[in-house]
């Protein structure tokens, strides 16, 4: 027979379910519970005494409990009041059971919390109910049994082996009723945003294993479902005693984007893989000279879908692994057979359109989610921006090495080298050379001021605390109106704002994060200005241009700080494949092993004849 609270809301927003069964074994129920939302009072009492009346026990201290909460929680401090709670149960049971010879020798456990608010509450207990916490995915017990057994494993006279085994690890060495008073735990608990506290009797713990309750317990299922699953746990296990459960939830944090991006994000493109296959068909992947010899089926699947999945892992788990990976494995081979960069080009700018065409069907049906996978999406297609580019320089190294080695060859046949043919020693990267030439015919000084105008209405629409936005218009100004036809500015623009950043998202990504910020505002500020639909043109292109070679020479520097650490990620890469397939077999044995193996001990039996019972 099974009793349960409905769930209620409680204060601070928690969510509170509790349920109690008679058990398999025993005829009547001994514990009692107290669910209390409005006063956030939740406890569990398992009643001893059997013939001497456990189940009064139990039903006295609870009702004693309660009223001591009621009549002096405006006077007392929580902590305080909670213990003092207890203490005047203990000395109700004992009075009760002085008062009638069949009671004598009637008791209780007690485990006890006080909720607070949804940042703290206050546990107690005496005997051997329990408190456990949840917290992100583990679990951890709050209290300590109460047993002769504990006891004397507190002072190091008995270990922890032989106190499993020793005949009397169930007798209690204190509870409420056995004396005028008690000695109370209290445990002053902080709570944070999606903890879980179970308060239970033992007739949970003592037939269901540790991992059950916590895979229950870290379901994610509404409290009143975990409460009446534990206990169904427990009855499989055996049921040999009385079970009650009260399950607390805290409220969850509220989602970062991040996690939004790992959820919702991550399963809402993986949806919309078919359409991104399409579209990629329709521009024209599948005649790209990459894909010459496959079918179109072939070159969807191996391309275009290839990407498409490595995107969604990488929003999955908030890494850019994958794509980078793709992306050397696209390019790389096409490379070392000769392969033009122009065919590189083409196939990625597709991908790119179709993975924007996707991000943008999403966006609106959900602009919200829309909006961060357009983020997440477009940092994907940056990494793999970046590892072409890393292979681009790799590729310019090596043909720098190449003509300095010919170079010193030339030089020891010929007295006097050609005096205009010169070479620098130190690679080079090509988006990242001064002298590169910028195909520019001049700027006239009424597209400069119009081009300054532009900038200083993007400046006033920046927010204050945007210091970053503001460096880059600063420097995108200096860019656009530079007549000098190379890409000095650019570069020098580029380190000032990289600066000394770390190679991760926490340092890379606010820097694109606000380049991609000031091509918006830009772009809308350009509207703004007093001039003709031509020369709004004129100032949109040079100022795209500027912030294109701005992007470009940031881009030098990460590809330049990243380096030493693709080739140590591909390395990690093949290591954890390795360790999760031991994982998987390790997982797979213990599964097997608790299959056959796993038991509970009837504590309903004597000892000496207590079996063993398969659930």
């Not at 027979?1 to 379910?17: E, H, N, T």
């Not at 206990?231 to 984007?257: F, M, Y």
């Not at 200083?456 to 200096?478: C, F, G, M, N, Y």
Request: aromatic share 4%.
């Amino acid at each position: 027979m099974s009793q349960s609270s409905a769930p209620a809301p409680a204060a601070g927003g928690l969510r509170v379910a509790g349920d109690t069964n008679v058990g398999k074994v025993r005829t009547t129920n001994e514990d009692a519970m107290i669910v209390d939302p409005v006063r956030g009072l939740y406890v569990v009492f398992d009643g001893m005494g059997g013939a001497n009346a456990g189940d009064i026990a139990s039903q006295t201290a609870r009702d004693a409990l309660k009223d001591f909460v009621v009549q002096r929680r405006a006077s007392m401090e929580p902590r305080a009041l909670l213990e003092g709670a207890i203490q005047h149960a203990c000395l109700t049971v004992f009075n009760a059971a002085q008062e009638s010879r069949e009671r004598h020798g009637m008791g209780t456990t007690v485990v006890g919390c006080l909720v607070v608010d949804a940042k703290r509450a206050i546990v107690g207990h005496v005997g051997d109910s329990r408190c456990y916490l949840l917290r992100a995915g583990r679990l951890q017990a709050l209290t300590r049994d109460h047993t002769i057994v504990e006891e004397l494993v507190d002072r190091g006279l008995l270990s922890a082996e032989e106190a499993e085994r020793h005949p009397y690890k169930n007798v209690l060495s204190r509870n409420l009723g056995a004396k005028p008073e008690t000695r109370v735990d209290v445990l002053d608990l902080e709570l944070k945003p999606g903890d879980r506290l179970l308060l239970c009797s033992d007739g949970l713990y003592g037939y269901a294993s540790a991992e059950a309750i916590q895979y229950l317990l870290g379901s994610g299922d509404a409290p009143e479902h975990v409460a009446r699953d534990l206990i169904d746990l427990a009855l499989r296990g055996g049921g040999g005693d009385n079970v009650s459960t009260i399950v607390i939830e805290t409220p969850s944090a509220a989602p970062t984007s991040t996690q939004v991006v790992r959820t919702h994000g991550a399963v809402a493109w993986w949806q919309k893989r078919q359409r991104f296959l399409q579209v990629a068909k329709e521009r024209g992947i599948t005649r790209n000279p990459i894909c010459r010899g496959l079918s179109a089926d072939e070159a969807l699947d191996l391309v275009a879908l290839s990407l498409c999945q490595a995107i969604f892992h990488d929003l999955e788990k908030s890494t850019g692994v994958n794509v980078w990976t793709f992306a050397q494995n696209l390019a790389g081979p096409w490379f070392e057979r000769g392969g033009e960069w122009a065919a590189v080009r083409n196939l990625v700018d597709i991908l790119g359109m179709s993975a924007r065409t996707v991000v943008d069907e999403i966006r609106a049906a959900d602009n919200n989610l829309g909006f961060l996978l357009d983020i997440a999406v477009s940092r994907a297609l940056v990494v793999a921006e970046l590892a072409l580019g890393g292979l681009l320089a790799e590729r310019l190294r090596q043909v720098d090495a190449d003509l300095i080695h010919v170079h010193a060859a030339i030089g020891e046949t010929i007295d006097t080298p050609p005096p205009e043919v010169t070479f620098q020693d130190q690679p080079t990267v090509p988006f990242l050379r001064p002298d590169r030439p910028v195909t520019n015919s001049g700027l006239t000084e009424e597209l400069v001021t119009a081009i300054t105008k532009t900038l200083t209405i993007a400046r006033a629409r920046t927010s204050p605390r945007a210091e970053l936005v503001k460096q880059i218009l600063t420097a995108l100004e200096t860019i656009a109106v530079d007549a000098s036809g190379n890409f000095a500015s650019a570069v020098t623009a580029a380190r000032d704002l990289y600066g000394v950043r770390s190679v991760d998202d926490a340092g890379v990504m606010p820097l694109y994060d606000a380049l991609d910020s000031v091509r918006i505002i830009t772009a809308s500020s350009v509207h703004q200005i007093s001039a003709s639909d031509a020369l709004r043109a004129k100032v949109l292109s040079a100022i795209s241009s500027a912030h294109q070679r701005l992007v470009n020479a940031v881009t030098g520097l990460v590809l330049e700080a990243v380096a030493p650490f693709s080739e140590r990620l591909r390395e990690v890469q093949g290591v954890t494949g390795e360790l999760r397939d031991q994982v998987a077999r390790a997982e797979r044995k213990r599964a097997e092993l608790e299959k056959k193996f796993a038991t509970t001990i009837d504590q309903s039996q004597p000892w000496d004849k207590r079996g063993t019972t398969e659930w």
